[in-house]
Protein backbone atom coordinates (compact mmCIF):
# COMPACT_ATOMS: atom_id res chain seq x y z
CA UNK A 1 0.00 0.00 0.00
CA UNK A 2 1.09 3.43 -1.04
CA UNK A 3 1.21 6.04 2.00
CA UNK A 4 -0.33 8.61 0.41
CA UNK A 5 -3.16 10.65 2.53
CA UNK A 6 -6.27 12.51 1.81
CA UNK A 7 -8.79 14.78 4.26
CA UNK A 8 -11.60 14.73 4.41
CA UNK A 9 -12.54 11.85 3.03
CA UNK A 10 -16.02 13.28 2.76
CA UNK A 11 -17.18 16.78 2.68
CA UNK A 12 -20.45 19.19 2.35
CA UNK A 13 -20.39 22.49 2.47
CA UNK A 14 -22.40 25.42 1.55
CA UNK A 15 -21.68 27.65 -1.50
CA UNK A 16 -19.40 30.42 -0.76
CA UNK A 17 -17.00 29.09 1.89
CA UNK A 18 -13.63 28.16 1.54
CA UNK A 19 -12.47 24.81 1.72
CA UNK A 20 -8.69 23.21 2.09
CA UNK A 21 -8.26 19.92 1.15
CA UNK A 22 -5.36 17.96 2.69
CA UNK A 23 -2.87 15.64 0.74
CA UNK A 24 0.55 13.79 2.62
CA UNK A 25 2.75 11.56 1.40
CA UNK A 26 5.76 10.25 3.48
CA UNK A 27 7.59 8.04 0.65
CA UNK A 28 9.32 11.24 0.12
CA UNK A 29 8.11 11.52 -3.86
CA UNK A 30 9.10 14.84 -5.61
CA UNK A 31 6.50 15.09 -8.12
CA UNK A 32 3.03 15.08 -6.69
CA UNK A 33 -0.79 15.61 -8.44
CA UNK A 34 -4.27 16.40 -8.07
CA UNK A 35 -7.04 15.14 -10.31
CA UNK A 36 -10.75 15.41 -10.56
CA UNK A 37 -12.97 12.70 -11.39
CA UNK A 38 -16.82 12.93 -11.73
CA UNK A 39 -18.81 9.44 -11.05
CA UNK A 40 -18.03 6.81 -13.38
CA UNK A 41 -16.10 9.59 -15.79
CA UNK A 42 -12.37 9.83 -16.30
CA UNK A 43 -9.23 11.42 -14.41
CA UNK A 44 -8.89 14.83 -15.36
CA UNK A 45 -5.41 16.78 -13.89
CA UNK A 46 -5.96 19.91 -12.53
CA UNK A 47 -2.94 20.47 -10.69
CA UNK A 48 0.69 19.51 -10.09
CA UNK A 49 4.06 19.96 -8.73
CA UNK A 50 7.61 18.84 -9.38
CA UNK A 51 9.16 19.39 -6.36
CA UNK A 52 9.17 22.34 -3.38
CA UNK A 53 7.90 25.75 -4.69
CA UNK A 54 6.81 24.37 -7.80
CA UNK A 55 3.35 24.13 -9.02
CA UNK A 56 1.63 24.15 -12.38
CA UNK A 57 -1.77 24.36 -13.91
CA UNK A 58 -3.10 20.98 -15.84
CA UNK A 59 -5.23 19.91 -18.74
CA UNK A 60 -8.52 20.85 -16.83
CA UNK A 61 -9.07 24.36 -15.69
CA UNK A 62 -9.84 24.78 -12.36
CA UNK A 63 -10.29 27.72 -9.51
CA UNK A 64 -8.51 26.11 -7.56
CA UNK A 65 -5.10 26.74 -6.23
CA UNK A 66 -2.82 24.59 -4.55
CA UNK A 67 0.84 25.23 -2.97
CA UNK A 68 4.25 23.16 -1.99
CA UNK A 69 5.87 24.72 0.84
CA UNK A 70 7.37 20.83 1.75
CA UNK A 71 7.83 17.56 0.05
CA UNK A 72 5.22 15.73 1.37
CA UNK A 73 2.60 18.22 1.45
CA UNK A 74 0.34 19.33 -1.39
CA UNK A 75 -2.87 20.94 -0.42
CA UNK A 76 -5.65 22.08 -2.61
CA UNK A 77 -8.01 25.46 -1.98
CA UNK A 78 -11.04 26.62 -2.97
CA UNK A 79 -11.56 30.41 -2.23
CA UNK A 80 -15.32 29.81 -2.35
CA UNK A 81 -16.97 26.61 -3.37
CA UNK A 82 -20.07 27.04 -5.58
CA UNK A 83 -21.99 23.21 -6.63
CA UNK A 84 -19.99 23.32 -9.67
CA UNK A 85 -17.51 22.24 -7.96
CA UNK A 86 -19.08 19.00 -6.71
CA UNK A 87 -16.60 16.09 -7.16
CA UNK A 88 -14.48 13.79 -6.40
CA UNK A 89 -10.72 14.96 -5.53
CA UNK A 90 -7.58 12.41 -6.11
CA UNK A 91 -4.50 13.42 -4.86
CA UNK A 92 -1.12 11.68 -6.46
CA UNK A 93 2.98 11.21 -5.75
CA UNK A 94 5.40 9.66 -7.65
CA UNK A 95 9.26 9.65 -7.88
CA UNK A 96 11.28 10.81 -10.75
CA UNK A 97 12.60 7.74 -12.55
CA UNK A 98 14.82 9.84 -15.35
CA UNK A 99 13.71 8.90 -19.01
CA UNK A 100 10.62 6.96 -18.29
CA UNK A 101 7.36 7.27 -16.70
CA UNK A 102 7.16 7.40 -12.87
CA UNK A 103 4.27 5.36 -11.41
CA UNK A 104 1.87 7.28 -9.62
CA UNK A 105 0.28 6.59 -6.56
CA UNK A 106 -2.91 7.45 -5.25
CA UNK A 107 -4.43 8.43 -1.98
CA UNK A 108 -8.46 7.37 -1.03
CA UNK A 109 -9.70 10.86 -2.26
CA UNK A 110 -12.00 13.30 -1.52
CA UNK A 111 -15.57 13.51 -2.27
CA UNK A 112 -16.90 17.16 -2.58
CA UNK A 113 -20.31 18.17 -2.18
CA UNK A 114 -21.30 22.18 -2.26
CA UNK A 115 -24.57 22.51 -2.04
CA UNK B 1 0.73 9.01 -25.36
CA UNK B 2 -0.54 5.47 -27.36
CA UNK B 3 -4.20 4.89 -27.06
CA UNK B 4 -5.35 1.55 -26.12
CA UNK B 5 -8.12 -0.31 -26.74
CA UNK B 6 -9.61 -2.69 -23.95
CA UNK B 7 -12.66 -4.47 -23.93
CA UNK B 8 -15.85 -2.96 -21.99
CA UNK B 9 -16.48 -5.55 -19.23
CA UNK B 10 -15.98 -9.18 -17.73
CA UNK B 11 -17.09 -11.45 -15.99
CA UNK B 12 -15.00 -13.84 -13.78
CA UNK B 13 -15.47 -16.77 -11.22
CA UNK B 14 -13.88 -16.39 -8.21
CA UNK B 15 -11.02 -18.08 -7.38
CA UNK B 16 -10.18 -18.49 -11.39
CA UNK B 17 -7.41 -16.24 -13.17
CA UNK B 18 -8.80 -13.19 -15.09
CA UNK B 19 -6.90 -12.49 -18.33
CA UNK B 20 -7.84 -8.85 -19.08
CA UNK B 21 -6.47 -8.03 -22.70
CA UNK B 22 -5.29 -4.74 -24.01
CA UNK B 23 -4.63 -3.88 -27.49
CA UNK B 24 -1.73 -0.88 -28.07
CA UNK B 25 -1.13 -1.02 -31.63
CA UNK B 26 0.61 2.39 -32.19
CA UNK B 27 2.92 1.84 -29.30
CA UNK B 28 6.22 3.53 -29.57
CA UNK B 29 9.83 1.80 -27.86
CA UNK B 30 9.95 4.18 -24.99
CA UNK B 31 6.03 3.87 -23.46
CA UNK B 32 6.05 1.55 -21.30
CA UNK B 33 2.67 -0.32 -20.25
CA UNK B 34 0.92 0.51 -16.80
CA UNK B 35 -1.91 -1.28 -15.13
CA UNK B 36 -3.97 0.46 -12.78
CA UNK B 37 -7.21 -0.66 -11.54
CA UNK B 38 -10.28 1.73 -9.79
CA UNK B 39 -12.24 -0.40 -6.80
CA UNK B 40 -15.97 1.93 -6.50
CA UNK B 41 -15.51 5.62 -5.26
CA UNK B 42 -11.53 4.66 -4.05
CA UNK B 43 -8.37 6.31 -5.83
CA UNK B 44 -6.87 4.43 -8.56
CA UNK B 45 -4.59 1.57 -7.25
CA UNK B 46 -1.45 0.60 -8.81
CA UNK B 47 -0.75 -2.66 -10.37
CA UNK B 48 2.34 -3.33 -12.87
CA UNK B 49 4.38 -1.77 -15.61
CA UNK B 50 6.50 -2.80 -17.99
CA UNK B 51 8.33 -2.14 -20.99
CA UNK B 52 8.49 -5.32 -23.10
CA UNK B 53 9.64 -8.52 -20.94
CA UNK B 54 7.25 -10.24 -18.96
CA UNK B 55 6.33 -9.31 -15.36
CA UNK B 56 5.11 -10.61 -11.73
CA UNK B 57 4.13 -8.99 -8.43
CA UNK B 58 2.32 -10.15 -5.97
CA UNK B 59 -0.58 -8.79 -7.66
CA UNK B 60 -0.68 -9.62 -10.96
CA UNK B 61 1.29 -10.69 -14.05
CA UNK B 62 1.91 -8.62 -17.39
CA UNK B 63 2.51 -10.44 -20.39
CA UNK B 64 3.56 -8.33 -23.26
CA UNK B 65 3.57 -9.63 -27.10
CA UNK B 66 7.06 -9.60 -28.46
CA UNK B 67 5.98 -6.71 -31.15
CA UNK B 68 4.68 -4.76 -27.70
CA UNK B 69 1.41 -4.49 -29.62
CA UNK B 70 -0.71 -5.97 -27.22
CA UNK B 71 -0.76 -7.13 -23.44
CA UNK B 72 -2.46 -9.47 -21.13
CA UNK B 73 -2.75 -8.56 -17.16
CA UNK B 74 -3.24 -11.94 -15.55
CA UNK B 75 -5.15 -12.25 -11.79
CA UNK B 76 -3.95 -15.75 -10.99
CA UNK B 77 -6.64 -16.27 -7.83
CA UNK B 78 -9.85 -13.55 -8.32
CA UNK B 79 -11.36 -12.57 -5.30
CA UNK B 80 -14.72 -10.67 -4.63
CA UNK B 81 -12.48 -7.73 -3.88
CA UNK B 82 -10.53 -7.93 -7.61
CA UNK B 83 -14.15 -6.48 -8.60
CA UNK B 84 -12.98 -3.18 -10.19
CA UNK B 85 -12.28 -1.28 -13.88
CA UNK B 86 -9.07 -2.04 -14.95
CA UNK B 87 -7.40 0.50 -17.36
CA UNK B 88 -4.38 -0.14 -19.44
CA UNK B 89 -2.24 2.92 -20.03
CA UNK B 90 0.78 3.31 -22.40
CA UNK B 91 3.08 6.33 -21.38
CA UNK B 92 6.79 8.27 -22.02
CA UNK B 93 7.59 11.13 -19.43
CA UNK B 94 5.38 13.99 -20.57
CA UNK B 95 4.59 17.52 -19.21
CA UNK B 96 2.79 17.16 -15.61
CA UNK B 97 3.79 13.50 -16.33
CA UNK B 98 -0.61 13.16 -16.14
CA UNK B 99 -2.28 9.84 -16.15
CA UNK B 100 -5.25 9.36 -19.03
CA UNK B 101 -7.47 7.04 -18.42
CA UNK B 102 -10.02 5.56 -20.98
CA UNK B 103 -12.49 3.56 -20.48
CA UNK B 104 -11.05 0.58 -18.97
CA UNK B 105 -12.82 -3.16 -18.40
CA UNK B 106 -15.18 -3.21 -15.52
CA UNK B 107 -14.12 -6.99 -14.04
CA UNK B 108 -16.93 -8.44 -12.06
CA UNK B 109 -15.87 -11.53 -9.74
CA UNK B 110 -18.98 -13.64 -9.52
CA UNK B 111 -18.87 -16.33 -6.68
Known amino acids: EADIYQTPRYLVIGTGKKITLECSQT?????MYWYQQDPGMELHLIHY???????EKGDLSSESTVSRIRTEHFPLTLESARPSHTSQYLC??????????????FGPGTRLTVL | DAKTTQPPSMDCAEGRAANLPCNHS???????VYWYRQIHSQGPQYIIH???NNETNEMASLIITEDRKSSTLILPHATLRDTAVYYC????????????FGGGTRVLVKP
Open chain 2, 89 to 100: IVRVRAAGNKLT
Open chain 1, 49 to 55: SYGVNST
Open chain 2, 50 to 52: GLK
Open chain 1, 27 to 31: MGHDK
Open chain 2, 26 to 32: TISGNEY
Open chain 1, 92 to 105: ASSRSTGLFADTQY
